[in-house]
C-alpha cells in the first residue's frame, strides 16, 4: 500500500492567499485525520472524520480554517486567507482499528 | 480528558536498553494506552498500545502498571535509528480521539 498521500509536500505562499492541502487516505481506512505541528504549539488535532463525517472540528483554529471529506478516498484541509501564523506542518492520517498512519507533512509557509 | 505527562527528554547509550516512563493518574478503565514515535522530519508513527496487560511486538515493549496510572516503553537495544520523539497517548476505548502531549525526545549516542 502507498500510505497516506498528501500534497503539496511544500508550499510557500503570501499573506492573504487561499492554501488547499489534500489527502488520499489508505483505501479501506474509516478514520481521518488532520494534524498541525508547530515547534511553540506541538502537534495539535485540528479534526477528524468517520465514515467521511465529521466528528469533532473542535480543534480547528478559527473560521478561516475548513475541511471537507466528500469521498472515502479524499480530503482537502482549506485556509483562506492565510496567515504567517498558520505556517506550519499539516499532517494527514487514516485508521482503520487501532493504528493510526500518518502522511508525511505538508510543509506551509506563509509570508 | 485524560491526560500524560512524560519527561522533556532522555538519553541512550546505543546497544542499550531504555525505558521511557509515562504517567497517566486520571486514565479511565477504559482507555487504551498507545504510544507512537516521530523520526526528524517525518510523521508520527506506531509503535505499540496496550490496556492491561503487558505487550510485546517487533519494535518494543510495553509494560503497564497494575493500577494503570503509569506505563513504561521499553526499547531493549537502542540503536541510532531510534532517536527520535516518543509520545504517550490515552485513547478513549469509544472512539479515535487521539491527542499528542509533548512526548520524550531521545537521543541515542553511539
Avoid at chain 1, 34 to 60: H, K
Avoid at chain 2, 30 to 42: A, G, K, M, N, V
Wanted: hydrophobic share 30%.
Amino acid at each position: 500500500d502507498a500510505g497516506v498521500i498528501q500534497s503539496p509536500r511544500h508550499e510557500v505562499t503570501e499573506m492573504g492567499q487561499e492554501v488547499t492541502l489534500r489527502c488520499k487516505p489508505i483505501s479501506g481506512h474509516d478514520y481521518l485525520f488532520w494534524y498541525r505541528q508547530t515547534m511553540m504549539r506541538g502537534l495539535e488535532l485540528l479534526i477528524y472524520f468517520n465514515n467521511n463525517v465529521p466528528i469533532d472540528d473542535s480543534g480547528m483554529p478559527e473560521d478561516r480554517f475548513s475541511a471537507k471529506m466528500p469521498n472515502a478516498s479524499f480530503s482537502t484541509l482549506k485556509i483562506q486567507p492565510s496567515e504567517p501564523r498558520d505556517s506550519a506542518v499539516y499532517f494527514c492520517a487514516s485508521s482503520y482499528g487501532n493504528t493510526i498512519y500518518f502522511g508525511e507533512g505538508s510543509w506551509l509557509t506563509v509570508v | 480528558d485524560a491526560k500524560t505527562t512524560q519527561p522533556n527528554s532522555m538519553e541512550s547509550n546505543e546497544e542499550e536498553p531504555v525505558h521511557l516512563p509515562c504517567n497517566h493518574s486520571t486514565i479511565s478503565g477504559t482507555d487504551y494506552i498507545h504510544w507512537y514515535r516521530q523520526l526528524p522530519s517525518q510523521g508520527p508513527e506506531y509503535v505499540i498500545h496496550g490496556l492491561t496487560s503487558n505487550v510485546n511486538n517487533r519494535m518494543a515493549s510495553l509494560a503497564i502498571a497494575e493500577d494503570r496510572k503509569s506505563s513504561t516503553l521499553i526499547l531493549h537495544r537502542a540503536t541510532l535509528r531510534d532517536a527520535a520523539v516518543y509520545y504517550c497517548i490515552l485513547r478513549p476505548h469509544n472512539n479515535n480521539d487521539m491527542r499528542f502531549g509533548a512526548g520524550t525526545r531521545l537521543t541515542v549516542k553511539p
